[in-house]
């Protein structure tokens, strides 16, 4: 009998029910080969009619199944692998079986625990303990059947096979009752397990936004900003360039100096919010050390680059940091184009001597390699 509780797609799904289904059909099998012998050593108390009436069923009733499979039609049951139908039906012939049988009745009672053994571990404890019932009252039923209508029996034999396939199915019932409640436990033990592995995941990507964040600006550290450019340096392309600058927030020093370090702070912070209102998704921006900060535009040209850091450094000079009166605010930036095959660290060096003119020519402005290579 097959089942699947596995979140597998429809195709996969059904192969593994299809290939389950199998299963059962060799089973089927196997109990007709028993059959047959039982049949051959005279063992059944009907006509042989009506044993090959009990196999041809068994055959149409497994290629209605098969047909079900096969056509896809199981899979718009609340249980596509049809467990308890093909309990039933088992089940069913299970006992049509056991009744046409005479002396080897006790011996082929084993059949009703093996077709039983198909739903453990699928189905619901309630559903299982039905099917069970119904099997045990088919072998009742045939049983009194009998004595009432006067067909001769060894009571005392009867008795004892009653009271054993009745132990046999009650077992079958704890122990599917017993399975059931490790399957939930289980179940809970998982989705406690995906929970802590989701509050872990999100402890680790806390962490990771620690460690590439400045804390005191919110942008990027210098360790992830580097890492970051060279990632972009890799993917330059012939024809393609990236903006390069470095920043200096002009006379630092004497704003700590004169209003406090909490205010170079904030002042700190203002920078931060104004480039991160002036810069498009995707450039990068981080704090390169104390009160400088590296800038990365991707795809971009001389003139858009130099108008960026332009539009960046008036915009500083006009705001206002919160809870602190800082007047002149101003920065200096040295800018340089990163190329194919261009090196980071030569690339730095080229926009840390553009922003060294840039302070020569008096702050509050930009220079630009370009320029300098010009002049």
Same mark, same amino acid.
């Given at each position: 009998?097959?089942?699947?509780? /596995?979140?597998?797609?429809?195709?996969?799904?059904?192969?593994?029910?299809?290939?389950?289904?199998?299963?059962?059909?060799?089973?089927?099998?196997?109990?007709?080969? !028993?059959?047959?012998?039982?049949?051959?050593?005279?063992?059944?108390?009907?006509?042989?009619?009506?044993?090959?009436?009990?196999?041809?069923?068994?055959?149409?009733?497994?290629?209605?199944?098969?047909?079900?499979?096969?056509?896809?039609?199981?899979? =718009?049951?609340?249980?596509?692998?049809?467990?308890?139908?093909?309990?039933?039906?088992?089940?069913?012939?299970?006992?049509?079986?056991?009744?046409?049988?005479? /002396? %080897?009745?006790?011996?082929?009672?084993?059949?009703?625990?093996?077709?039983?053994?198909?739903?453990?571990?699928?189905?619901?404890?309630?559903?299982?303990?039905?099917?069970?019932?119904?099997?045990?009252?088919?072998?009742?039923? !045939?049983?009194?059947?009998?004595?009432?209508?006067?067909?001769?029996?060894?009571? =005392?034999?009867?008795?004892?096979?009653?009271?054993?396939?009745?132990?046999?199915?009650?077992?079958?019932?704890?122990?599917?009752?017993?399975?059931?409640?490790?399957?939930?436990?289980?179940?809970?033990?998982?989705?406690?397990? /995906?929970?802590?592995?989701?509050?872990?995941? =999100?402890?680790?990507?806390?962490?990771?936004?620690?460690?590439?964040?400045?804390?005191?600006?919110?942008?990027?550290?210098?360790?992830?900003?580097?890492?970051?450019? %060279?990632?972009?340096?890799?993917?330059?392309?012939?024809?393609?360039?990236?903006?390069?600058?470095? !920043?200096?927030?002009?006379?630092?020093?004497?704003?700590?100096?004169?209003?406090?370090? %909490?205010?170079?702070?904030?002042?700190?912070?203002?920078?931060?919010?104004?480039?991160?209102?002036?810069?498009?998704?995707?450039?990068?921006?981080?704090?390169?050390?104390?009160?400088?900060?590296?800038?990365?535009?991707?795809?971009?040209?001389?003139?858009?680059?130099?108008?960026?850091?332009?539009?960046?450094?008036? %915009?500083?000079?006009?705001?206002?940091?919160?809870?602190?009166?800082?007047?002149?605010?101003?920065?200096?930036? =040295?800018?340089?184009?990163?190329?194919?095959?261009?090196?980071?660290?030569?690339?730095?060096?080229?926009?840390?001597?553009?922003?060294?003119?840039?302070?020569?020519?008096?702050?509050?402005?930009?220079?630009?390699?370009?320029?300098?290579?010009?002049?």
């Amino acid at each position: 009998m097959t089942s699947s509780n /596995q979140p597998f797609n429809k195709n996969t799904l059904q192969r593994l029910l299809i290939k389950r289904f199998g299963m059962a059909v060799a089973t089927y099998l196997t109990i007709s080969a !028993i059959v047959a012998v039982a049949y051959c050593c005279d063992l059944f108390n009907v006509p042989g009619r009506s044993v090959m009436l009990l196999l041809a069923a068994t055959a149409i009733s497994q290629m209605a199944f098969l047909g079900m499979f096969v056509s896809g039609r199981n899979l =718009g049951f609340e249980d596509p692998s049809l467990t308890e139908v093909q309990m039933l039906v088992a089940l069913g012939l299970t006992t049509a079986l056991v009744a046409m049988l005479d /002396q %080897a009745r006790g011996t082929l009672l084993v059949v009703y625990p093996m077709f039983m053994l198909f739903g453990l571990f699928q189905l619901r404890t309630w559903v299982f303990f039905r099917c069970a019932c119904l099997a045990f009252a088919g072998f009742l039923a !045939i049983n009194l059947y009998e004595f009432l209508a006067g067909i001769g029996r060894d009571i =005392g034999l009867v008795v004892l096979q009653t009271c054993v396939l009745g132990v046999v199915l009650a077992w079958l019932n704890l122990f599917a009752w017993y399975m059931q409640q490790m399957r939930q436990r289980m179940r809970k033990r998982r989705f406690a397990l /995906q929970a802590h592995q989701e509050t872990l995941r =999100g402890m680790m990507r806390q962490l990771e936004d620690m460690v590439a964040t400045d804390e005191l600006t919110g942008l990027c550290n210098r360790r992830h900003f580097l890492r970051m450019a %060279a990632q972009a340096l890799e993917t330059l392309t012939p024809g393609r360039q990236h903006g390069l600058a470095l !920043i200096d927030l002009d006379h630092f020093k004497r704003i700590n100096d004169r209003y406090g370090h %909490a205010a170079g702070d904030r002042v700190l912070q203002a920078f931060a919010a104004v480039a991160s209102g002036c810069l498009r998704d995707g450039d990068m921006i981080a704090r390169y050390g104390g009160e400088e900060f590296v800038l990365l535009i991707p795809d971009t040209d001389a003139e858009v680059f130099h108008s960026c850091c332009e539009r960046l450094r008036v %915009a500083f000079s006009e705001c206002k940091p919160v809870n602190v009166k800082v007047p002149n605010l101003s920065l200096s930036v =040295g800018m340089t184009l990163v190329t194919l095959h261009d090196n980071l660290d030569e690339a730095l060096h080229r926009a840390d001597q553009a922003l060294y003119q840039a302070k020569r020519s008096g702050r509050n402005c930009s220079a630009a390699t370009w320029d300098l290579a010009d002049a």
